[in-house]
């Protein structure tokens, strides 16, 4: 930096993760973290806790730029590990225990795991694959309070994560050094070969915290989220930071509910009891919590829900509307960081009907601060702002991974031209708010023309006997590809595929789907294949009907 006659003893203020701990400690010490609605811990105990492992870690021989991996539910546990681990210069991988077998392997060989913290409940998963693991020096138990201590035959463990907390001395200061160090990584969980390691830099996670924050915190109409609101995470914490979320809160110092492993009944009534305010998840999450008989009778009105991960279906926006639920779409992905836009409601929008309030909420939004977005076509030009021509969204922000790591092939194309390419097609509307109309892989080449298969999906799911849909491209002799929408009824209904196609044809006649949409074929499943992360995962369908 260039010399301006400044303090020679000034103070170059690093972006650390250590320094998102500050406020809350200092002004809202005795705000809770709670852990399935039992264990209950000021901020003050946080940070004490954090600095007590952050010295069991060191004690343990981990040392900066070595790798300590997590296996454990959404837990204080884990959000102490989101800062610990990166405070004391070491790299936090969350694991995805979801992976099949061999992609887990990959991705802790592939990242050099030194240490994993592993919760009791993944030890089968440990001990199927512990003999094919070689990085991995030592592990540490998690024993979530159980008074057994389970055996695993070839696995040592160092220490119980407590019991380590309880021995080690709180680290007194944490260090400072270069905000551009790796301070964590994971693994997406894409559908076509090994995962890709995505990674982020304390000054990366400090920019994503307090731009979202202030992002956030500004809206009126919309997700906002502010220090009087009471926060609990339904995204996993292994996936993408949990969105970042944790960092906002823990920074906004609000409190925060963990609630362990994914229970429908169980997460019901920690949003009821602990009166939880704000959370963020994928469509499944929610459609799962809504139908599950804990649902009846409850209260879910101040309840603000973004989705994300995945388009929000204009029939789930609507019923979340009808429970009382300030249900809003958000984007971002895994090379992000995540977060890039939210919907923001403005008054008038508040004054619209359902089906034009339902029609806002389900947008992708409008790009939050030092967000740079556009959607440009094949040669790379703006796309018209008319919310019909598409493209394909890239960006730039200070947040986005700035490649995969050991992947200097796949880290050069994400970033041709010097823009992150996201695959994501999209439209944009004279105000700047994006609408998503499909992934690249996914759009249905039908006779040469474009046809998305998100809009055709969430018509299909606006059908009243509809549980769930996904449409995918399938190869056609005659038109190249057609649409097959592949249908679960609701439980008791009774459905033909000729009323499916009836109900969509209503809609090109209309004009709101292209004529291409009544080619669509329907399929009848008993359930729609996931990703790990609760995504549809249209390879397997595809693969199942002839579309790869």
Sequence with gaps: MENQNGASSAYAYPLLIKNILLAPVAYRADEEIVYRGSLRLTYADFRERVARLAAALIDRGVRRGDTVAVMDWDSHRYLECYFAIPMIGAVLHTINPRLPAEQLIYTIEHAEDRLILVHRDFLPLVQSIKGRIDSVKEYVLINDGEKDRPQVPGVEFSGEYEELLAKAAPLPEFPDFDENLRATTFYT????????????????????????????????????????????????????????????????????????????PALNALLRDEKVTFSHCVPTILGMLLKDPSAAGMEYSGWKVIIGGAALPKALASAALDRGIDIFAGYGMSETCPVLSFVRLRKEDLKLGREGQVAKRVRTGTPMGLVQLRVVDSKGKDVSRDDRSSGEIVVRTPWLTQGYYKDAKNSEKLWEGGWLHTQDVAAVDESGSVRITDRLKDVIKVGGEWLSSLEIEDIVASHPLVAESAVIGVKDEKWGEIPLACVVVKEGAELTPHKIMEHVKGYVDRGVLPREAILLRVAFEDSIAKTSVGKTDKLALRKKHGGE
């Design 189 to 264: 969980t894409g559908t076509t070969g090994l995962p890709k390691a995505v990674y982020f830099s304390h000054r990366q996670l400090v920019l994503h915290t307090v731009t979202a924050t202030a992002s956030l915190s500004s809206i009126n109409s919309g997700p906002n989220f502010r220090d009087e609101d009471v926060y609990m995470p339904l995204t996993p914490m292994f996936h993408v930071h949990a969105w970042g979320i944790p960092f906002i809160a823990t920074f906004l110092g609000v409190k925060q509910v963990y609630p362990g492993k994914y229970v429908p």
